[in-house]
């Protein structure tokens, strides 16, 4: 019913910039709440920014300053921009979304498939 698509990750040098886009698609009634998480590997998923339909965000103390997160309500498209990418900063980026399916209010949990983020010192 409703799938969520990531793109824009990829590999970068140091000090680069990326911006990741998660497109919602199918039949929703509305997004109440889109979120980045992220996994390195032989790490635990932390989240690393979330925005709200009142436009209330969430940034990770980690990425705070360099990162950026904003939605695009028109297109149900959310972003995030990456500055000063260090390696820290690699890996799996997973696109999280809390959706109404119907004007009743019912939610539900959806997430992308994520994209690889690399980041070379």
């Known amino acids: 019913q409703v799938q969520l698509v990531e793109s824009g990750g990829g590999l970068v040098q140091a000090g680069g910039s990326l911006r990741l886009s998660c497109a919602a698609s199918g039949r929703f009634f509305s997004i109440n709440t889109m979120a980045w998480y992220r996994q390195a590997p032989r790490k635990q998923r932390e989240l690393v920014a979330s925005?709200?339909?009142?436009?209330?965000?969430n940034i990770a103390d980690s990425v705070k300053g360099r990162f950026t997160i904003s939605i695009d309500n028109a297109k149900s498209t959310m972003y995030l921009q990456m500055n000063r990418l260090g390696p820290e900063d690699t890996a799996v980026y997973s696109c999280f979304a809390n959706i109404h399916t119907t004007e009743l209010g019912l939610t539900t949990n959806y997430w992308g498939q994520g994209t690889q983020v690399t980041v070379s010192s």
């Open positions: 925005i709200s339909t009142d436009y209330n965000t």
